[in-house]
């Protein structure tokens, strides 16, 4: 019981008493928790978020002409940093170019790269998705210079030595010498 009690705390802004997992981590607090629960403060940042914006538009914050990068510490002009809405001049706090870093950096971490493997694969495989990548597919490879850069990878060796390879395991396929053969004896008997 007073464990359970501990392990809860109240949200000032909603005033449910929830337990500690509904607070997001935070160093800095004694209970290393977020003050609001994570419901709340979601709101409070789309709150803010639709704020900032609104401000930002109206020319209500002074938007630096440059600033200075978290992570490399350059002086960059204000289009080098990426755009952030959760931030009140709507820029992020690294520039671009190191953003990127962090990004390839982070997608290259095995979990995560399982995990975009996975997305992607869900999202290929729905239908209205398919049948797009196959019309964009099918306009693609009429363009002159695709066809050009197709026929010249395919008769680079080591693809004409695959092919043949892929050829040869597809024919010796019972099924596949069965359809070979009832084509056959159907193209043979007509008179
Ligand atoms: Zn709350
Ligand atoms: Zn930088």
């Known amino acids: 019981m007073l464990g359970e009690f501990l392990n809860k705390k ?5 005033h449910r008493f929830l337990p500690l997992s509904s607070f ?14 994570k419901d709340c403060a979601k709101k409070l940042e789309l709150e803010y978020m ?18 200075e990068c978290t992570r490399c510490h350059r002086i960059l002009p204000i289009s080098s940093f990426g755009e952030k809405k ?5 820029r992020m706090s690294a520039c671009k170019e190191c953003d990127r870093e962090r990004q390839k950096k982070y997608n290259s971490r095995p979990e995560v790269k399982a995990k975009l493997r996975g997305y992607r694969r869900e999202y290929r495989d ?8 196959k019309e964009y597919n099918k ?21 004409k030595a695959k092919k043949k390879e892929y050829n040869k395991k597809y024919l010796s396929r019972p099924e596949v010498k069965e359809h070979i053969k009832q084509y056959q004896a159907e193209y043979y008997s007509i008179p």
């Open 139 to 159: 306009e693609f490879i009429k363009k002159p210079e695709q066809r050009k850069r197709i026929i010249e990878y395919e008769q680079r060796p080591e693809r």
């Open 126 to 133: 729905r239908p209205e998705v398919r049948e797009r990548m």
């Open 24 to 37: 997001s981590k935070d160093k800095r607090t004694k209970d290393k928790r977020r003050c609001a629960c």
């Open 10 to 14: 109240e949200c000032p802004k909603c």
């Open 86 to 90: 959760k931030n009140r001049i709507g």
């Open 50 to 67: 639709e704020k900032w914006a609104w401000e930002r538009s109206h020319g209500m914050i002074d938007i630096p002409t440059e600033k």
